[in-house]
């Protein structure tokens, strides 16, 4: 079946350091691939997508490309800021009648000052 | 994109009780659905919200523990029923407009069951 599969955090950070939050997935077909975020007791927001190979979707710095030979769409960002510590979710729709979203379990990023 | 307001935001509830959760968008949407985020946890589907339909239940959900209502294109609710501490979750609602796969959230409503 379709699945997404994130690193485990928590990823601890210093400010201005590199990012990367890996996911990858399984899916037949060609997928859509998003990221969301989640600030501490807030609901989620959409951060980026891409819709198909080879896409990059990009938005406050931060970048995902989908690599359908890798089946992948790792996050990254520059240069962290504290402002950025939230639960990083990466999900997958196979589009169709339904637009189900599977998630993977979600990275919590700690930025220290 | 679409603006979505959830009520109650929080509540804490008695074992037995049900609670009946609010989605409203401001605009227009095909698709609405629900998730669960237990503590630390993932979202899981609960269901497709479909108007003038029953609800789209997906595995491991029944309609008896999770009623659910879709009366417009711009509003839902979702029932909680017979709770349990087992159900102390946060409840999500979540929208989707015309052929576009993302789909946008809501805050989330925070319940506690004692």
């Known amino acids: ?113 | 994109s679409a603006v979505i307001s959830q009520k109650p935001s929080r509540d804490i509830c008695q074992r037995g009780t049900s609670l009946t959760i609010q989605c409203q968008v401001d605009s227009q949407v095909t698709m609405m659905f629900w998730y669960r985020q237990q503590p630390g946890q993932s979202l899981t589907l609960i269901a497709t919200a479909n108007q003038g339909s029953e609800a789209t239940y997906e595995s491991g959900f029944v309609i008896d523990k999770f009623p659910i209502s879709r009366p417009n294109l711009t509003f839902s609710t979702l029932t909680v029923s017979n709770m349990s501490p087992e159900d102390s979750s946060i409840y999500l609602c979540s929208a989707r407009q015309g052929a576009r796969y993302e789909q946008y959230f809501g805050p989330g409503t925070r319940l506690t069951v004692t």
């Open chain 1, 1 to 113: 079946g379709n699945s997404v599969t994130q690193m485990e955090g928590p990823v601890t950070l210093s400010e201005e350091a590199f990012l990367t939050i890996n996911c990858t997935y399984t899916a037949t077909g060609y997928p859509s691939l998003f990221w969301y975020v989640q600030y501490p007791g807030e609901g989620l927001q959409l951060l980026l997508k891409a819709t198909k190979a080879d896409d990059k979707g990009s938005n406050k710095g931060f970048e995902a490309t989908y690599r359908k030979e890798t089946t992948s769409f790792h996050l990254e960002k520059g240069s962290v800021q504290v402002s950025d510590s939230a639960v990083y979710f990466c999900a997958l729709s196979k589009g169709g009648a339904t637009n189900k979203l599977i998630f993977g379990t979600g990275t919590l990023l700690a930025v220290q000052p």
